[in-house]
């Protein structure tokens, strides 16, 4: 049988044309001669009227969740509401559904409440929504990259490092620890195994799962969230990983949301910072905005909803205090590095990315002022820089953000199906 989504997809049918449909009732409307349902299947946003019309039809066992096998004619619709509508001949209820027990009836139900129960909350229009704007996302990704000569890279789960340096990684407990000869950890970031492919194919990527035990439980923040990076070998300058970010983004965006086609500002950390320190105190930021300090996320906001006038905005060069062993100085003598954090509005930072330290003395030196690799567990990411080292660069780009930025969506816990957040744990 069809789809939902197919059924709508034809035309409004001019004769009556006999279907079977399966799918789920939202929701029962009883009159006398006749009774409505709404039947629906998760594969788009509208529901199908089903009418029955036939009283030998006995519909005690069709209720709200219950899951339906509909035969009848379907017919262009007299209602307001509907294009189309279904003259139900026959029905089975494939699997009942207790109405006084389930729990997604058809009342208004809290976002709070549904994060309770992530196994049935798609069972809602608003969030099957969500979920299908997410399989749009990343086929849109895949899409993209392919086109652009990319490959799709599996890389590893567990690792014996924290890229970012931020003690944010998982680490395994006994009997890990003895099976590696190495304290092992979840991945926080794939990018320094994307390092090692792009020295090999030029250009990588991966859409796939990171792990940060983040104490914070904000609504752009999650334990396990996807994130998707690329990493581009022989890059010359920041600017091929900023249009390289831009273009995957712009690509995946509805384009009601995307209709200025000139590329998104670029502004450095120092000029953002004195943008912020214009505005205040007008602006009522959380923590004064000051040279050298981190950009806080309502700072973040500000500079895309304000300063670059609700679009995206690239901030670049960073204090080097800031960020990570890996990047590349700026060779100016501001103490920066090449690097940038794409903001945008409602989310603040939805991707962080930099060209990378290619040079072995360097990045040597770099690793014991961090201390990095103090047990000589990245002697192989040294490898790269030993044979072959080319500059390169790449992004990573939280994937639940993006979700919560199209879908207009208040957190990202509501942005992939079973969230995993500090101080809760569900199934
Ligand atoms: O800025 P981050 O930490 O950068 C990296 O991990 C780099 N190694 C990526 C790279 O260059 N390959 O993380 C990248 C993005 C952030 O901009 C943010 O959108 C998202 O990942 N992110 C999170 N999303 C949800 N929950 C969390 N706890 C997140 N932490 C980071
Ligand atoms: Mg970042």
Sequence with gaps: PPTIRQLFAAPVPTDPTEITVNGWIKSVRRQKRMSFAVLADGTTDDGLQAVFSDPTLDLDSLT???????????????????????????????????????????????????????????????HAHIIRERDRLMRGFHSYFETNGFYHIHTPALTQNDCEGGGEAFALAAPAPDMFGHPAYLTVSAQLHLEAMAAALPRVYTLSPAFRAESSATSRHLSEFWMLEAELAFADSLEDIMALTEGCVRAVL???????????????????????????????FEYEP????????????????????????FVTSYPAAHK????????????????????????????????????????????????????????????????????????????????????????????????????????
């Design 254 to 284: 509805p384009k009601a949301s995307d209709t200025d086609p000139s590329p998104w500002p670029r502004i450095t950390y120092a000029q953002a910072v004195d943008a912020l320190a214009a505005a205040h105190p007008q602006v009522k």
């Design 64 to 126: 709200t969740g219950a899951s339906v096998r509909l035969e009848g004619a379907l017919v262009g619709s007299p209602g307001a509401r509907q294009d189309r509508e279904l003259q139900v001949r026959s029905f089975s209820v494939v699997g009942q559904c207790d109405p006084e027990s389930y729990p997604i009836q058809r009342k208004e139900l809290s976002t709070e409440f549904l994060r309770t129960l992530p196994h049935l909350r798609t069972r809602t229009q608003a």
């Design 290 to 313: 000051r040279h050298g300090d981190p950009l806080r996320s309502d700072h973040e906001r500000w500079l895309a909803e304000v300063w670059a006038n609700d679009r995206p905005v």
């Design 324 to 427: 990570p062993f890996y990047m590349l100085p700026n060779d100016d003598g501001t103490d920066t590095v090449a690097c940038f954090d794409l903001l945008i509005p409602r989310v603040g930072e939805l991707a962080g990315g930099s060209l990378r330290e290619h040079r072995l003395d360097r990045l040597q030196d770099a690793m014991k002022r961090h201390g990095v690799n103090e047990r000589g567990e990245l002697e192989w990411y040294l490898d790269l820089r030993r044979w072959g080292s080319t500059p390169h660069g790449g992004f990573g780009l939280g994937f639940e953000r993006l979700v919560a930025f199209v879908t207009g969506t208040e957190s990202v816990k509501e942005c992939v199906p079973f969230p995993r957040w500090a101080g809760r744990w569900l199934m």
